[in-house]
């Protein structure tokens, strides 16, 4: 069984900066594409981020581009968000998902673990 566990959520004031980890169990990390959600209160999961599993393709809703960065080391089974200049609207729990497939899509449907998610909060 695969388990995902996060790390690195807190409280920010607006324009500030977390990295939120992931660390991964099992052997074959290397395998997965790995994705970032959140979800604020009253509103449906929305995509954060995804990598997949070469490091190669990554991809960004437009509303984190230039802001957010995705990045993995898979010698230590551990993916990252680096969220930067955090606006009070990113204030959600964050999720991350592994892709056994390896490709790290930007929809739910596309991934098959989860972890049990971070909070952030931005204050405004």
């Known amino acids: 069984q695969v388990q995902l566990v996060e790390s690195g959520g807190g409280l920010v004031q607006a324009g500030g900066s977390l990295r939120l980890s992931c660390a991964v169990s099992g052997r074959t990390f290397s395998n997965y594409g790995m994705g970032w959600f959140h979800q604020a209160p009253g509103k449906e999961h929305g995509f954060v981020g995804a990598i997949d599993r070469s490091g190669g393709i990554i991809r960004y809703p437009d509303s984190v581009k230039g802001r957010f960065t995705i990045s993995r080391d898979n010698a230590k089974n551990t993916v990252y968000l680096q969220m930067n200049n955090l606006k009070p609207e990113d204030t959600a729990v964050y999720y991350c998902?592994?892709?056994?497939?390896?490709?790290?899509?930007?929809?739910?449907?596309?991934?098959?673990?989860w972890g049990q998610g971070t909070q952030v909060t931005v204050s405004s």
């Open positions: 998902a592994a892709d056994v497939d390896g490709v790290g899509g930007t929809w739910l449907t596309n991934y098959d673990y």
